[in-house]
């Protein structure tokens, strides 16, 4: 197969029992991509949401990794297993006796910050393999504490042992945790029976792709689902630069604006053209990580100062 540059964010919605690997595979397979990556592990046991960024959009792949994430969860109360999901082995089974309000209360104090420790199945690694491979093998791994943040738990429904649950949190939170968090507190236990990741950022999984849907498409059509790499930077303030600055900002050149501080900004030349992602301090604008002059002009709409630009951003 012969790979070609190609640019742009997929949205993808990735099925039951796949991996986020192999569905990043298989995607980059279908569009040839010279390059590609995906912004945050979902489990096999996982669906939903898992944004694939192709050539000029890894730059920005950690703006995606970094925001807060939406998830619909299925708690099975009751039951705990070795895995805190439906995968492993069950370690106890007691009965169970909620009400809606039972559930609701213990949601309730488990929103704001607080520290979770990573469950040992899951992908983080450790020494360069991931913790559930350790855990397979029966080895119980130190896991410090990490700091999160839970938005919101709102039940959606649920009666008796099954719970749906919507999570909003922030980045590296373990819903798996938070369901056996929300089982002990109940006194029954609970393990995590579904996931599905609704959102990340701005982006939603109903404007998502499956990969048999775009398996039915052809180049040009496949083409039309990518999204341009800005919408990972949606939340960010915006900066645009005149045709000068924008040709020196390419460079990695910092320059004076009168705009306020700001620890993230995207940066765009005329036309609209996305050149990068800057910081801004003590009104400086500082680089921090820019496209190729070819990926500008790969991704912008055509036109005479896109082309000077990038023909003066060329070494």
Known sequence: MVRRPVHGVLLLDKPLG??????????????????????????????????????AA????????????????VLRLGVTTTSGDGEGEVVEQRPVSVTADDVRRVCDAL????????PMHSALKHAGR???????????????????????????????ETWTIDVRCSKGTYVRTLAEAIG???GCGAHLAALRRTSAGSLRVGDAHTLES?????????????????VLLADWPAVRLAEIDAARFLTGLRRRIALP?????????????????????????????????????????PSHSVARIAAAATP
């Not at 929103?111 to 990573?118: H, I």
């Not at 940066?267 to 002059?293: D, H, K, N, Q, W």
Request: hydrophobic share 45%; charged share 25%; proline share 7%.
């Open 184 to 186: 002990e507190a109940l």
């Open 261 to 301: 501080d700001a620890p993230a900004v995207r940066v765009y030349g005329p036309g609209e053209a996305l050149l990068g992602t800057a910081s801004l301090e003590a009104g400086e604008l500082i680089p921090l990580r820019l496209l190729s002059p070819l990926e500008v002009g790969a991704l912008a709409v």
């Open 18 to 55: 796949l991996s986020s690997n192999a569905a990043l595979q298989r995607a980059r397979r279908l569009y040839r991509a010279e390059k590609a990556g995906h912004t945050g592990t979902l489990d096999p046991l996982a669906t939903g949401l898992l944004p694939i960024c192709f050539g």
């Open 130 to 160: 991931p913790l559930y491979a350790y855990a397979r093998a029966g080895v119980e791994v130190e896991r410090a504490p990490r700091a999160i943040v839970v938005h919101a738990l709102d039940i959606v429904e649920g009666r008796g």
């Open 214 to 230: 775009i398996e039915a498409l052809d180049e040009v059509e496949r083409q039309r689902l990518l999204l341009p790499p800005e």
């Open 111 to 118: 929103v704001g910050a607080g520290e979770q420790r990573p």
């Open 58 to 73: 890894t730059k920005f792949s950690q703006a995606s990794l970094d925001a807060d994430k939406g998830y619909r969860a």
